[in-house]
């Protein structure tokens, strides 16, 4: 009965006549023969990579997501240049509860001012603080330039009138003074190329030497990000050991015995060593990608669970070693290639975006992924043949009722399993339309922490922490000078302010506004742009001529051709600066103008990335979904199984996004790059399951065509076994990453509850509806062979 | 009468082989100050400003400098009256020096024709947007900073003291290296230091020329290490001792350019 069936499927389960398996196959035999030359070669190769790591440089600025050719880098760059503009700015805000208008906390600004401005890599000329912040007043015929605050006020009176000097002009408050006068602030420039965590833990030095009511917050991009940095490779050095120690204690509680512990872990680390070697080798930078390549590898390393599983069956079984060994090699070697094949095939997309962190990142697990396997078939064999038989495996061999009872469920009741997850499905698609592509990263950092706080604490009272421009450019030199020109940056200042993300805008038009008041003895009604160019022109010559030409600088080019229009933001979404730029486009389209309008700044870099990185990740998604259904369609020699074993991945895919979608978590990098992830390897599962199942009939000569009740049998044999194997892996890897759920950075967060919840319904998927759907198509999946 | 001893000991200095212990770092700048910004009873200029920003884009400015010392005192008069750019021509500034205290300054705005006097910090203001301050371009008091003489040397082939500077007070410098004409009591170079010792601007003078018997920085140029701004300054038309008046130096002048003298 069994011959018709195994006829057609020969070259699929008899070792030898597929040449890969025969060169694993001799490759294993050689290493049974040979482990101490395999464990020398090993040695060799690990020290010769272990030799690149101190060359290890890091690169922890998201900016370099995007190359530095990008069209917005090489725009934003082109901003600051001719604007004379700082990259970074850390801004330090000091609140009172009552008032920060008064004698004592004016010392302490003026003194943290002081301290600040000796601190290293700080652009000290451009500081801002009431103490050296310019400020031009009428008095009489006088016209005063100097400081807002060159001498202490220490008196009522005096107090009164700084207060005065401060709300009388706009381009203070809601800068350097909240319109409740318990906030104001100090703008800390930094040189390029200065470490903004740096600066800001020497600021937050200066700051904890002054006692008081005030409170005092630390905020900014570079803040953010320089920390966000320093903080990743912390975590990378605590939790990658912890989730290595976790895998240890798992596996030895699996196994009970410390022989599959000690190889996985040694393998893991093996893989790891010379992944990193090589990326830090070839001088890539460790970016905040290729920082999780440790972790990842990890994760990747369990697979070689299954060889433990089944060598755990195969040694009570035969009872010899070496032959249990060979035996076990031969029965998971395709499953196992194939998962890697599938794993190394999900990261390789990642070669083909366009960000280069990205690409090395997806490189270095293709390679790490294919070091793994090819340890799987030379130092585990070899490990194995030194420990002995006992220590291997010590627990009782017994299949897991549980997985029989999963396994049978999804057998007996195919119709109940598939309606189940129908609905499943439909609620998963309606919680993925509700997902929101949006990057933030100050929302990287845990809602309470220090960096959090201090950006809500600012956002709340002054213009904002997030800065976007809007270049305004003429068509010739000189034309910034024209009336109508600041008259039409003006409105759109007003149109910008209308949205409520934006706290404070900023140009040209304010400081001839403020100039032309000035002039005319502080008459409010003067605080307007003036009819004429030619005195418009006077106005920024005497500006010039009083103040710092930076300032001038800041918000006007050099020929006078384009103005600059500073945007405070008080969120950093990216999607903040979308709204700026819809707004922007509005204002143009209602007032058409022969003027060209284009937003930049950090903020709008931000924008930027968050589309084209994410849309980039979202595309590699897809892109990685087709790739694996070829291997797939490749590894069974059959669509239909293929289109099988494709169920429990998107099945799990969709529940995991609609949840995110529910849970209304936006779909940024962390979340984007693990959707790569999640393809290699929740299809494991699959490969696993079918590849044995077939194995399995093929093996006992069922007919599943027909006999259902074999085909059953076959389906909670699969479910017991190889997939106490499945369940194993999950397990595992669910437990590893579970560390992560414990970090301060959300993103790690993320990435472990994403992973220990991907892994677990996908094991699950595949124990529960793998035997329901091919129960109800067997008549579709085993056409082959049963025509007689 | 202390200029003809000043002569005669510039003679005899220059005359004699030169040991450190023989001018004070106080009286090398004392004379370089006196030479650079007080040569002749008066002077009249044009003078071209040229700002290069660090992409090389370039804002100019032309004017016409009349300058006149009162007597001995040390007080002295300066008029400038920009040409150019054209959308502020007629735009004027009035200085008046005095030795130990601020100057004051007028500055005349055609558009709205108003005269206002401009209270601001002379050493850390810019002038029209330049890398000299108001101080660069109207001098500074030799007590301002304690002069120190570090060595002799040789500049572009002219004999120099390289003195060191150091504000008493509070300055946007630290220190400050000047590089003085030991004949002609130029400064030939100036470098300017910030606290942590990093260079912030450094001052040359490209071309020196005898104009009427004084020797005479026709083209400076004053670079800013920061930022990477420059300004450069040609000296043209000099005559020193035309007899300007003091009453020229006036707000009725200021509004009313003297056209015998700014054409």
Same mark, same amino acid.
């Given at each position: 009965?069994?011959?018709?069936?195994?006829?057609?499927?020969?070259?699929?389960?008899?070792?030898?006549?597929?040449?890969?398996?025969?060169?694993?196959?001799?490759?294993?035999?050689?290493?049974?023969?040979?482990?101490?030359?395999?464990?020398?070669?090993?040695?060799?190769?690990?020290?010769?990579?272990?030799?690149?790591?101190?060359?290890?440089?890091?690169?922890?600025?998201?900016?370099?997501?995007?190359?530095?050719?990008?069209?917005?880098?090489?725009?934003?760059?082109?901003?600051?240049?001719?604007?004379?503009?700082?990259?970074?700015?850390?801004?330090?805000?000091?609140?009172?509860?009552?008032?920060?208008?008064?004698?004592?906390?004016?010392?302490?600004?003026?003194?943290?001012?002081?301290?600040?401005?000796?601190?290293?890599?700080?652009?000290?000329?451009?500081?801002?603080?009431?103490?050296?912040?310019?400020?031009?007043?009428?008095?009489?015929?006088?016209?005063?330039?100097?400081?807002?605050?060159?001498?202490?006020?220490?008196?009522?009176?005096?107090?009164?009138?700084?207060?005065?000097?401060?709300?009388?002009?706009?381009?203070?408050?809601?800068?350097?003074?909240?319109?409740?006068?318990?906030?104001?602030?100090?703008?800390?420039?930094?040189?390029?190329?200065?470490?903004?965590?740096?600066?800001?833990?020497? +600021?937050?030095?200066?700051?904890?030497?002054?006692?008081?009511?005030?409170?005092?917050?630390?905020?900014?991009?570079?803040?953010?990000?320089?920390?966000?940095?320093?903080?990743?490779?912390?975590?990378?050095?605590?939790?990658?050991?912890?989730?290595?120690?976790?895998?240890?204690?798992?596996?030895?509680?699996?196994?009970?015995?410390?022989?599959?512990?000690?190889?996985?872990?040694?393998?893991?680390?093996?893989?790891?060593?010379?992944?990193?070697?090589?990326?830090?080798?070839?001088?890539?930078?460790?970016? +905040?990608?290729?920082?999780?390549?440790?972790?990842?590898?990890?994760?990747?390393?369990?697979?070689?669970?299954?060889?433990?599983?089944?060598?755990?069956?195969?040694?009570?079984?035969?009872?010899?070693?070496?032959?249990?060994?060979?035996?076990?090699?031969?029965?998971?070697?395709?499953?196992?290639?194939?998962?890697?094949?599938?794993?190394?095939?999900?990261?390789?997309?990642?070669?083909?975006?366009?960000?280069?962190?990205?690409?090395?990142?997806?490189?270095?697990?293709?390679?790490?992924?294919?070091?793994?396997?090819?340890?799987?078939?030379?130092?585990?064999?070899? +490990?194995?043949?030194?420990?002995?038989?006992?220590?291997?495996?010590?627990?009782?061999?017994?299949?897991?009722?549980?997985?029989?009872?999963?396994?049978?469920?999804?057998?007996?009741?195919?119709?109940?399993?598939?309606?189940?997850?129908?609905?499943?499905?439909?609620?998963?698609?309606?919680?993925?339309?509700?997902?929101?592509?949006?990057?933030?990263?100050?929302?990287?950092?845990?809602?309470?922490?220090?960096?959090?706080?201090?950006?809500?604490?600012?956002?709340?009272?002054?213009?904002?922490?997030?800065?976007?421009?809007?270049?305004?450019?003429?068509?010739?030199?000189?034309?910034?000078?024209?009336?109508?020109?600041?008259?039409?940056?003006?409105?759109?200042?007003?149109?910008?302010?209308?949205?409520?993300?934006?706290?404070?805008?900023?140009?040209?038009?304010?400081?001839?506004?403020?100039?032309?008041?000035?002039?005319?003895?502080?008459?409010?009604?003067?605080?307007?742009?003036?009819?004429?160019?030619?005195?418009?022109?006077?106005?920024?010559?005497?500006?010039?001529?009083?103040?710092?030409?930076?300032?001038?600088?800041?918000?006007?080019?050099?020929?006078?051709?384009?103005?600059?229009?500073?945007?405070?933001?008080?969120?950093?979404?990216?999607?903040?600066?979308?709204?700026?730029?819809?707004?922007?486009?509005?204002?143009?389209?209602?007032?058409?103008?022969?003027?060209?309008?284009?937003?930049?700044?950090?903020?709008?870099?931000?924008?930027?990335?968050?589309?084209?990185?994410?849309?980039?990740?979202?595309?590699?998604?897809?892109?990685?979904?087709?790739?694996?259904?070829?291997?797939?369609?490749?590894?069974?020699?059959?669509?239909?199984?293929?289109?099988?074993?494709?169920?429990?991945?998107?099945?799990?895919?969709?529940?995991?996004?609609?949840?995110?979608?529910?849970?209304?978590?936006?779909?940024?990098?962390?979340?984007?790059?693990?959707?790569?992830?999640?393809?290699?390897?929740?299809?494991?599962?699959?490969?696993?399951?079918?590849?044995?199942?077939?194995?399995?009939?093929?093996?006992?000569?069922?007919?599943?065509?027909?006999?259902?009740?074999?085909?059953?049998?076959?389906?909670?044999?699969?479910?017991?076994?190889?997939?106490?194997?499945?369940?194993?892996?999950?397990?595992?890897?669910?437990?590893?990453?579970?560390?992560?759920?414990?970090?301060?950075?959300?993103?790690?967060?993320?990435?472990?509850?994403?992973?220990?919840?991907?892994?677990?319904?996908?094991?699950?998927?595949?124990?529960?509806?793998?035997?329901?759907?091919?129960?109800?198509?067997?008549?579709?999946?085993?056409?082959?062979?049963?025509?007689? | 009468?202390?200029?003809?001893?000043?002569?005669?000991?510039?003679?005899?200095?220059?005359?004699?082989?030169?040991?450190?212990?023989?001018?004070?770092?106080?009286?090398?700048?004392?004379?370089?100050?006196?030479?650079?910004?007080?040569?002749?009873?008066?002077?009249?200029?044009?003078?071209?400003?040229?700002?290069?920003?660090?992409?090389?884009?370039?804002?100019?400015?032309?004017?016409?400098?009349?300058?006149?010392?009162?007597?001995?005192?040390?007080?002295?008069?300066?008029?400038?009256?920009?040409?150019?750019?054209?959308? @502020?021509?007629?735009?004027?500034?009035?200085?008046?020096?005095?030795?130990?205290?601020?100057?004051?300054?007028?500055?005349?705005?055609?558009?709205?024709?108003?005269?206002?006097?401009?209270?601001?910090?002379?050493?850390?203001?810019?002038?029209?947007?330049?890398?000299?301050?108001?101080?660069?371009?109207?001098?500074?008091?030799?007590?301002?900073?304690?002069?120190?003489?570090?060595?002799?040397?040789?500049?572009?082939?002219?004999?120099?003291?390289?003195?060191?500077?150091?504000?008493?007070? @509070?300055?946007?410098?630290?220190?400050?290296?000047?590089?003085?004409?030991?004949?002609?009591?130029?400064?030939?170079?100036?470098?300017?230091?910030?606290?942590?010792?990093?260079?912030?601007?450094?001052?040359?003078?490209?071309?020196?020329?005898?104009?009427?018997?004084?020797?005479? @920085?026709?083209?400076?140029?004053?670079?800013?290490?920061?930022?990477?701004?420059?300004?450069?300054?040609?000296?043209?038309?000099?005559?020193?001792? @035309?007899?300007?008046?003091?009453?020229?130096?006036?707000?009725?002048?200021?509004?009313?350019?003297?056209?015998?003298?700014?054409?």
């Amino acid at each position: 009965m069994a011959a018709p069936f195994r006829k057609p499927l020969p070259h699929f389960f008899r070792p030898g006549r597929d040449s890969l398996d025969m060169q694993l196959r001799s490759l294993t035999q050689f290493s049974l023969a040979r482990p101490r030359l395999i464990f020398a070669l090993v040695l060799l190769i690990t020290l010769a990579f272990l030799a690149q790591l101190p060359k290890i440089q890091t690169n922890t600025n998201p900016k370099n997501m995007l190359p530095p050719t990008s069209e917005v880098r090489v725009w934003n760059d082109s901003v600051d240049r001719t604007f004379a503009l700082y990259e970074d700015t850390i801004v330090v805000g000091i609140v009172h509860p009552a008032s920060v208008l008064n004698t004592a906390t004016l010392e302490k600004v003026r003194d943290i001012t002081a301290g600040i401005l000796r601190i290293k890599g700080v652009a000290g000329r451009d500081v801002s603080s009431f103490t050296t912040i310019d400020n031009v007043t009428a008095a009489g015929p006088d016209l005063k330039v100097a400081p807002l605050v060159t001498k202490i006020p220490k008196n009522e009176a005096e107090l009164q009138a700084l207060r005065q000097h401060l709300f009388e002009n706009p381009l203070f408050v809601d800068r350097i003074i909240s319109r409740d006068e318990k906030t104001t602030a100090i703008y800390v420039p930094l040189e390029k190329g200065a470490n903004g965590k740096e600066a800001a833990d020497r +600021i937050r030095e200066i700051l904890a030497g002054y006692q008081g009511e005030e409170q005092y917050y630390v905020a900014g991009d570079p803040v953010a990000r320089d920390t966000f940095g320093a903080e990743m490779f912390k975590l990378m050095g605590i939790f990658s050991p912890i989730a290595g120690m976790i895998m240890f204690i798992v596996i030895y509680a699996m196994f009970r015995s410390l022989a599959p512990a000690a190889t996985m872990m040694l393998v893991a680390m093996v893989a790891i060593i010379w992944t990193m070697g090589l990326g830090i080798g070839l001088g890539f930078p460790i970016h +905040i990608m290729s920082s999780m390549a440790p972790v990842f590898l990890m994760a990747i390393a369990t697979d070689s669970i299954h060889i433990f599983n089944e060598f755990s069956f195969r040694l009570r079984e035969s009872k010899d070693k070496r032959t249990a060994i060979i035996e076990t090699m031969a029965a998971v070697s395709r499953p196992v290639r194939y998962t890697a094949l599938a794993t190394a095939a999900g990261f390789a997309v990642l070669l083909f975006m366009q960000s280069v962190p990205v690409k090395v990142f997806g490189g270095l697990i293709v390679f790490g992924t294919l070091v793994l396997r090819l340890l799987s078939f030379s130092l585990i064999p070899a +490990i194995l043949t030194f420990v002995r038989e006992e220590k291997i495996v010590q627990e009782e061999i017994v299949a897991n009722r549980t997985l029989q009872h999963l396994g049978a469920w999804g057998a007996r009741r195919p119709k109940t399993a598939v309606a189940i997850s129908a609905v499943m499905i439909a609620l998963a698609l309606f919680g993925m339309s509700h997902i929101a592509v949006n990057n933030n990263m100050v929302a990287w950092f845990k809602p309470g922490s220090e960096i959090r706080n201090a950006d809500a604490v600012i956002n709340r009272a002054l213009g904002g922490t997030s800065l976007g421009y809007v270049v305004v450019s003429t068509s010739e030199p000189e034309a910034i000078k024209q009336p109508q020109t600041l008259r039409y940056i003006e409105g759109l200042q007003r149109h910008l302010e209308q949205l409520p993300v934006v706290g404070k805008t900023s140009s040209v038009a304010d400081y001839v506004k403020r100039i032309n008041r000035v002039l005319h003895d502080d008459d409010p009604r003067f605080d307007t742009v003036p009819d004429e160019a030619d005195t418009i022109a006077q106005y920024l010559f005497l500006f010039s001529m009083s103040a710092k030409p930076s300032d001038l600088d800041n918000v006007v080019d050099y020929p006078f051709q384009q103005a600059n229009v500073w945007v405070q933001l008080k969120s950093w979404d990216a999607a903040a600066m979308a709204s700026v730029i819809q707004s922007m486009q509005e204002y143009q389209r209602a007032y058409p103008a022969n003027l060209e309008l284009r937003p930049a700044g950090i903020a709008y870099f931000n924008f930027v990335w968050n589309h084209e990185v994410l849309w980039d990740m979202v595309k590699g998604f897809v892109l990685a979904l087709a790739v694996v259904l070829l291997i797939l369609i490749f590894n069974f020699r059959s669509l239909k199984w293929a289109l099988v074993g494709y169920v429990p991945l998107l099945f799990t895919i969709l529940i995991i996004y609609g949840a995110v979608g529910f849970a209304g978590k936006d779909f940024d990098m962390p979340i984007s790059v693990l959707s790569c992830l999640s393809l290699g390897m929740a299809v494991d599962f699959s490969i696993h399951f079918i590849s044995r199942l077939r194995q399995r009939l093929a093996e006992t000569g069922v007919d599943a065509k027909h006999d259902l009740a074999a085909l059953r049998e076959a389906l909670v044999w699969t479910a017991a076994r190889p997939g106490k194997g499945i369940m194993r892996n999950a397990i595992l890897f669910a437990a590893a990453f579970s560390v992560m759920l414990f970090a301060p950075l959300t993103p790690y967060i993320t990435v472990g509850a994403f992973i220990v919840a991907m892994m677990l319904f996908s094991a699950l998927f595949t124990l529960l509806y793998l035997p329901a759907l091919i129960v109800l198509m067997r008549g579709w999946l085993f056409t082959t062979g049963v025509t007689k | 009468m202390k200029i003809f001893w000043s002569a005669l000991f510039v003679l005899m200095t220059a005359a004699l082989p030169l040991s450190a212990a023989d001018l004070s770092g106080n009286e090398i700048v004392q004379r370089s100050l006196e030479t650079f910004y007080y040569s002749g009873g008066d002077l009249r200029a044009r003078v071209n400003m040229k700002l290069i920003n660090p992409q090389g884009q370039v804002r100019e400015r032309e004017m016409t400098m009349l300058r006149l010392n009162l007597g001995q005192s040390g007080d002295q008069r300066y008029y400038l009256y920009f040409h150019a750019p054209a959308d @502020v021509k007629g735009t004027a500034f009035l200085v008046w020096k005095y030795p130990g205290k601020d100057s004051d300054r007028w500055i005349y705005i055609p558009a709205v024709k108003l005269v206002k006097r401009i209270a601001a910090d002379d050493k850390r203001s810019s002038f029209v947007g330049s890398d000299f301050t108001y101080e660069d371009v109207s001098g500074r008091n030799v007590e301002d900073e304690t002069h120190t003489l570090l060595r002799q040397e040789a500049l572009g082939g002219r004999p120099v003291y390289v003195v060191e500077s150091r504000p008493k007070g @509070v300055a946007d410098y630290a220190r400050r290296l000047s590089w003085i004409d030991r004949e002609r009591w130029l400064p030939l170079k100036e470098e300017y230091f910030d606290g942590h010792n990093e260079p912030l601007r450094t001052f040359t003078a490209d071309k020196v020329e005898q104009k009427n018997d004084h020797w005479t @920085v026709m083209l400076r140029t004053m670079r800013n290490l920061q930022n990477g701004h420059r300004t450069e300054v040609v000296f043209r038309d000099v005559e020193y001792g @035309v007899g300007l008046k003091q009453e020229i130096f006036s707000e009725r002048y200021l509004r009313d350019a003297p056209a015998q003298w700014v054409r």
